[in-house]
């Protein structure tokens, strides 16, 4: 039973280190210092109460994905509110089941609240996950991305790609091009611009991203690692 404890203390310990970007040196701490390193983290890093049960909520998920949605069913049957089909669409959502997702969602706004823009930008982004583009840009028009759903206008770009208006996709796709965030948004407009044959302008983003990551703090660096090695491979090679 003991060894079990500590099994599950030390994966709760690892997944808040993951979910909160902690230092790496943590996952020594917790892995070869089993319950002190854990208990040093608890005490450490973990801030709150709430914190603390908003971690356990989600760890559970993860082991029993299953079990969030058959709850949250069970409450949409007990009481058929907007908001509770909202919570199940959005469990959907989360455990990758885009069509269910869309079901749920399409089912909300068949209801007084047909027009409500953070239902429609959530069905954005399910229907582009399953590659359904035509609703992307159909769902896209009905929001007001510029305003305040601006990480969505990647996906729309992405969309009126795949359906062939470049010039429409190039100009949604330049409005993520923003200093100092975006990054792998801002690495698929580059794809993107290799793609229409404007490498130029590709490179002077790879560089701007570069630039960027070499200009911060090795903290901050090592979190952009991953985006600095693929737009250096993709200077090298174009």
Request: glycine share 2%.
């Amino acid at each position: 039973m003991y060894y079990y404890f500590i099994i599950a203390f030390q994966a709760f310990c690892i997944y808040h280190a993951y979910k909160n970007k902690n230092n790496y040196y943590w996952y020594f701490i917790i892995f070869f210092i089993p319950l002190i390193g854990c208990i040093i983290y608890l005490l450490t890093q973990v801030i709150n109460k709430s914190d603390v049960t908003n971690s356990i909520e989600e760890l559970t998920t993860i082991i029993n994905p299953t079990k969030k949605i058959k709850d949250l069913e069970k409450v949409l049957e007990f009481s058929n509110t907007f908001q509770n089909r909202i919570n199940l669409a959005d469990a959907y959502s989360q455990n990758r089941d885009y069509n269910n997702a869309i079901l749920q969602y399409e089912k909300a706004l068949e209801s007084n609240f047909k027009d409500e823009p953070h239902t429609l930008n959530k069905l954005v982004l399910c229907y582009f996950e399953t590659k359904n583009f035509d609703k992307v840009i159909e769902y896209s028009k009905k929001i007001n991305l510029e305003k305040d759903f601006k990480e969505t206008i990647y996906f729309y770009g992405l969309a009126l790609e795949q359906k062939g208006e470049f010039d429409k996709a190039e100009i949604q796709l330049r409005k993520i091009d923003t200093r100092y965030s975006n990054y792998n948004e801002r690495l698929e407009l580059s794809k993107f611009l290799i793609r229409r044959n404007k490498k130029e302008d590709a490179k002077e983003i790879l560089n701007e991203i570069i630039s960027e990551i070499k200009s911060m703090t090795k903290v901050n660096s090592r979190k952009h690692r991953g985006v600095f090695s693929v737009a250096e491979k993709m200077l090298n090679e174009n």
